[in-house]
């Protein structure tokens, strides 16, 4: 069993140093001290003395190391020392309130002389007094260990703003027009493989597309999604919206493939693209979370999109998606004046 983590000593910061000013690695340093490698290199990041007054004076100096440390560790300790002020934090934690709103509220309140800021609230609630009172299940997010504040990558660059949903047209929104799609993965137990389902829907004939992934390598399930949707006009394959899932980086491909534009839910909020999870519960009711996918044959996936799509919706005014997503699909053939034989022909097949 793993020991629980146990502060650093004086004695301790004072090897530390002397060992750094020797220049010796921190690896070293680790294992002469018995303790993690990475705790060593924290503790160096963490409590190194900058000076910009006086560089000279700049370094990892063991006593004042040692109170940098008692400093932030003093700040969840202001609970501690307020039975109160702590009473109060735990009664709203377990209404639900986010300790950002418990902050937020206490400097509003007129008259209140206490003042918290929100990160000393998450420091009480994963510290041991917090964990032995079991106060992290009460957290919007409900982890039981703090996800480290500096190993949160962003994702700008991946899931840039311009792509993101609150841009999407107004036209796509209301459905007004033919050829916008959302994707999304279903997944199935962990036991079973990686395996999945892709579920792939047009937004205003509610047409159905459904096909599996042996894995969740995102180029490979691009690869597929192009493969299905390219032989259609460009018209019918004008957009496809995604949520923020690892397995969606490559969303750019769609762009290169296929010049399809890409757009993508806020964090952590897929319910954006309703029209896919609402088929996706359709779907369940057939390929239920304990199913094989591997077992499950592309004529099975063929016959279950058939059903689907040969089924009568009631917002589509009790006519089928295949019904509604044929008519778009000949309206845009009749359009084209110079058309691909390849859209023809996959136009005809999916009717």
Known sequence: MARSFVQLSMDERRVIARMHEKKISQAEIARTLDRDRSTISRKLRRNFWHDHDVPIAEGYWHVTAHQMAESRRRRYRKLLRDPHLCAAVIDRLTDGWSPEQISGRLRLVSGSSATLSHETIYQYVYS???????????????????????????????????????????????????????????????????????????????????????????????????????????????????????????????????GTAAWLCDPQAPWQKGTVENTNKRVRRYLPPETIVLDVTNQEIRSLCNRLNDTPRKCLGFQTPKEIFSRHLVALEDQIIDSDPRCIQSGTSMR
């Open 128 to 258: 041991q007094e917090g964990r032995d009172q079991q106060l992290a299940r009460h957290l919007p997010e409900r982890r039981m260990k703090r996800r480290p504040r500096y190993a949160r990558k962003p994702r700008s660059l991946v899931f840039p703003i311009e792509c993101a949903i609150r841009n999407r047209p107004k036209a796509v929104n209301s459905r007004g027009e033919f050829g916008h799609w959302e994707a999304d993965l279903m997944i199935f137990r962990k036991e079973h493989g990686s395996a999945n389902v892709a579920t792939v829907v047009e937004r205003k004939s509610r047409y159905t597309v459904l096909f599996r992934n042996n894995d969740r390598r995102s180029k490979p399930i691009m690869n597929q999604l192009i493969s299905h949707l390219a032989p259609l006009p460009a018209k019918a394959r004008q957009s496809l919206t995604f949520d923020r899932g690892l397995e969606f980086v490559s969303w750019r491909e769609l762009e290169k493939g296929m």
